[in-house]
């Protein structure tokens, strides 16, 4: 007749078993474990409580439950009128072991707790307590049964449970609220309407392929997915296929070549470099399908799929960007509600081809302190970024460079998406501000990177769509200088208000390495530039690439989408890198 929870997943046998058994469940592990005479008063107590529920239940008169037909047609009334604010269905449950009168409209559930009348028959002056949740944050409904331990199936049916998101600043959590009534007719007219409601949330999604990264970070990106993540997809009826990756590039050839047709979005577990590759796989696969050829001058069209990011690794910046925080909680309630954020993509290229599609690319000391990470990997992840960032700024040296950039500006946020991807095409056209120098780094991000080192992001200009990119350009100046800015991004002050550094917003970015000179030049900012093919390390979304020549960058706006939403800044606690 209506769904039994049993059919779902382990840890909603806990949904259908009563409240009491879920609470002795919670106790601390400190505490002495039941004795058999407790147990025995256990028993006698739920027993007890059963009784009463089932009195509750016959004192529930008919005329306070609206009978399926009376239901049914307030609904059809409230589909006509469409406000949402019309009931739907009304009825009496325990919410809290206290009787409550509760509504369900089309946006959401609100109970009143019912007043006892007095014995002298006087009502109360006091405004009975209301309180509510949005449908919309609502992601199961189920049915709640009491079930004896290894039991199956069936069970007595205690009520329905309602699963939904709460928010806490930017992060989410599940919790649920239990209307309990003994009754089944009542029961299934609640569930089955509150069914089609949430069925009529098309944007969520119903089934997903997951990739998860067995190595990131702390190896935890597993453990992450199967015990905090997967229940809440089975809960909210999500079908997923999971990939757990076996080496790089894993990812990137099932997504070349598997059918996507079946799924709603792709969700990564895993750190920044897993997401780039996951990232990656769609697009070139959207490109591959468009027949785009990104070996020449191309304009890329978007993504299929929204793109569900489970943070597992270190910094974490795009899940940062598009959650707040770094909580895989908060990331899969995003994907099951279906909350999407466009994102701009930059686009990586050299000699005409396409090399990579990324959202943070660095050169000069990032680039630099990647390659020294990759020589260290034998340190454990850990402390290897922390070595090879000290390394790094021992080995600090500027590149000598030709950087032309177009400046964006802010009208360009009203051009729909094909005016600015056909402005950017012809970029040669364009009119182009150049730049002769010694840099010390250079970072072009797409979207802002928040993360723990760097709570505002990156940069000052980056939203997550505002069709630009940021361009941050440290010109040469000495290294407890260069240490003062870098150790600025994770403090209040200001990281970019030092003569030696510029912010640009662009659309596009070109770098082009001059001659390598030796130490004694190199100390020295008056040097002229002689322009040659050299080759620069490069930093691409945590992948190192060496290029010869020219590099291109341009934006492409909201090439990609997000499950997250547009936060400003990152509220993870503010982390002081302990090696600067
Ligand atoms: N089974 C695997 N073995 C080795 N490498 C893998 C495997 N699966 C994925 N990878 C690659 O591991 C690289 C790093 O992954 P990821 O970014 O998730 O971890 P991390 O580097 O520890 O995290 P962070 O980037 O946050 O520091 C990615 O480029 C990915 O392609």
């Not at 409550?100 to 559930?109: G, K, Y």
């Not at 929204?306 to 960007?321: E, Q, R, T």
């Not at 080759?535 to 020219?550: K, R």
């Amino acid at each position: 007749m209506f769904e039994s929870p049993g059919n779902s997943i382990n840890a909603l046998h806990a949904w259908s078993e009563s409240r009491e058994e879920l609470e002795e469940k919670k106790q601390p592990v400190s505490e002495s474990p039941p004795v058999p005479g407790n147990r025995v008063k256990a028993k006698k107590k739920r027993r007890k409580r059963q009784e009463e529920q089932e009195s509750e239940k016959s004192s529930v008169s008919a005329s306070q439950l609206l009978c399926p037909e009376q239901a049914l047609s307030v609904h059809g009334r409230n589909e006509k009128s469409g406000n949402g604010s019309e009931p739907i269905v009304r009825g009496i449950f325990q919410i809290g072991k206290k009787s409550h009168d509760v509504i369900l409209t089309a946006t959401r559930v609100t109970w009143t707790r019912i007043q006892p009348e007095s014995p002298t028959g006087e009502s109360s002056q006091k405004k009975p307590a209301e309180d509510f949740v949005e449908l919309k944050d609502v992601f199961a409904v189920k049915v709640k049964r009491r079930r004896s331990a290894g039991q199956q199936s069936g069970g007595t049916l205690l009520g329905i449970t309602l699963f939904f998101c709460k928010r806490k600043g930017a992060k989410l959590k599940d919790d649920t609220i239990h209307l309990d009534n003994l009754s089944v007719d009542h029961c299934e007219i609640w569930f089955r309407h509150l069914k089609d409601i949430l069925s009529g949330f098309k944007h969520r999604p119903k089934s997903l392929k997951v990739f998860v990264n067995p190595i990131s970070h702390k190896k935890e990106a597993y453990q992450i997915y199967q015990n905090r993540v997967a229940p809440l997809f089975k809960l909210a009826d999500i079908q997923t296929d999971v990939t757990v990756t076996e080496s790089k590039g894993h990812a990137l050839s099932i997504l070349k070549e598997c059918s996507l047709d079946e799924y709603d979005g792709v969700v990564c577990v895993g750190g920044d470099g897993s997401v780039a590759e996951v990232a990656q796989g769609l697009l070139l696969r959207a490109q591959m399908d468009a027949e785009r050829d990104t070996h020449s001058a191309f304009t890329p069209v978007p993504a299929p799929l929204p793109l569900g990011v489970i943070p597992a690794g270190s910094a974490n910046v795009v899940a940062c960007s598009v959650h707040g925080v770094k909580h895989p909680v908060t990331a899969a309630l995003h994907i099951i509600l279906g909350h999407r954020q466009p994102v701009d993509v930059c686009s990586v290229s050299s000699m005409g081809g396409l090399l990579r599609f990324g959202f943070c690319v660095m050169v000069g000391f990032g680039g630099q302190a990647l390659a020294v990470a990759e020589r260290l990997n034998w340190v454990p992840p850990t402390q290897r970024h922390e070595l090879a960032l000290i390394t790094a700024l021992a080995q600090l040296r500027p590149e000598d460079c030709e950087l032309s950039f177009i400046p964006s500006s802010t009208g360009e946020s009203d051009h729909t998406q094909n005016e600015l991807e056909e402005d950017l095409s012809d970029v040669e056209d364009a009119e182009w501000q150049v730049r002769r120098g010694l840099y010390l780094s250079m970072t072009i991000t797409s979207i802002p990177c928040l993360c723990s080192v760097a709570p505002k992001g990156l940069s000052p200009f980056t939203r997550l769509n505002n069709n630009s990119m940021a361009l941050t350009a440290v010109a040469n100046t000495s290294r407890s200088e260069f240490i003062k800015h870098l150790k600025r991004y994770s403090s209040s002050n200001n990281p970019f208000s030092f003569s030696f550094v510029e912010v640009q917003r662009v659309r596009a970015v070109k770098l082009r390495p001059c001659s390598h000179r030796d130490d004694e030049q190199r100390d020295s900012k008056h040097t002229p530039i002689i322009p040659s093919e050299g080759t620069l390390t490069w930093n691409i979304d945590g992948e190192l690439l060496e290029v010869q020549g020219e590099v291109l960058i341009r934006v492409h706006p909201k090439l990609l989408t997000l499950f997250g939403t547009d936060v400003e800044e990152a509220e993870e606690p503010p982390v002081n890198c302990s090696c600067i």
